[in-house]
């Protein structure tokens, strides 16, 4: 898998966007970017994953560069429940058994 | 998304025993699973690969004869810490992989804290 680096923490003033940067220059063309989040002492837990296009859902949009090095997550509107560790992983997804394999990740932090 | 069940959440054992923690994927079947540990204030540490009806693969330093692990059905996946010792407490979580149009997506349980004393 490509290694990515992220920032080790961030905070967020409650109610903002979180914007999660993420880079992954070395990510090779068929790997998809996923991000996920570990809130303390539980299990880590999906939030969004792509390819190339950008990507929406409920929790989370995900914007990835063109030259497909970077990518970030962002939270439209962090709350104090979105405090959590948030891991950018590069992995071969499609049709693939390939290991899920987590960096430090970034602790953030939502302030009130 | 897809639930993946651990238990027990928490697990208290004396120094020398053996523990078993289980992994269950509820609503689909996974031919894969893996096993992590985290200790505190660390990122998930990959253990092993848990492949349904064979051996599980494990990751370099991890000792295979004392971390178990069997995968005997499609929604089952089991960890058996043996003879465990102080260090091996730490929080174990499996994730288990359900195959979808998009490509293969990790759902993870939600941990067991495992103290030994």
């Known amino acids: 898998d490509a290694k990515t680096t992220q920032p080790t923490s961030m905070d967020c003033a409650e109610g903002r966007a979180a914007n999660l940067p993420c880079n992954h220059s070395?990510?090779?063309?068929?790997?998809?970017v996923y991000w996920y989040r570990q809130i303390h002492s539980q299990g880590p837990q999906y939030i969004i994953h792509?390819?190339?296009n950008n990507e929406t859902n409920e929790m989370a949009s995900l914007i990835i560069t063109e030259d497909r090095k970077s990518s970030t997550l962002i939270l439209p509107h962090a709350t104090l429940r979105d405090t959590a560790v948030y891991y950018c992983?590069?992995?071969?997804?499609?049709?693939?058994?390939?290991?899920?394999?987590f960096g430090p990740g970034t602790s953030l932090s939502v302030i009130p | 998304g897809a639930v993946v069940s651990q238990h027990p959440s928490w697990v208290i054992c004396k120094s020398g025993t053996s523990v078993k923690i289980e992994c269950r994927s509820l609503?689909?079947?996974?031919?894969?699973m893996f096993w992590y540990r985290q200790f505190p204030k660390q990122s998930l540490m990959l253990m092993a690969t848990s492949n349904e009806g064979s051996k599980a693969t494990y990751e370099q330093g991890v000792e295979k004869d004392k971390f178990l692990i069997n995968h005997a059905s499609l929604t089952l996946s089991t960890l058996t810490v043996t003879s465990a010792h102080p260090e091996d407490s730490s929080f174990y979580i499996c994730?288990?992989?359900?195959?979808?149009?998009?490509?293969?997506?990790?759902?993870f349980g939600q941990g067991t804290r495992l103290t030994v004393v």
């Open positions: 994730s288990a992989l359900e195959s979808r149009g998009s490509g293969t997506e990790a759902f």
């Open positions: 992983i590069v992995r071969v997804g499609v049709t693939s058994y390939d290991k899920v394999i």
């Open positions: 792509g390819l190339k």
């Open positions: 609503d689909f079947q996974a031919t894969t």
């Open positions: 070395t990510i090779s063309g068929n790997e998809y």
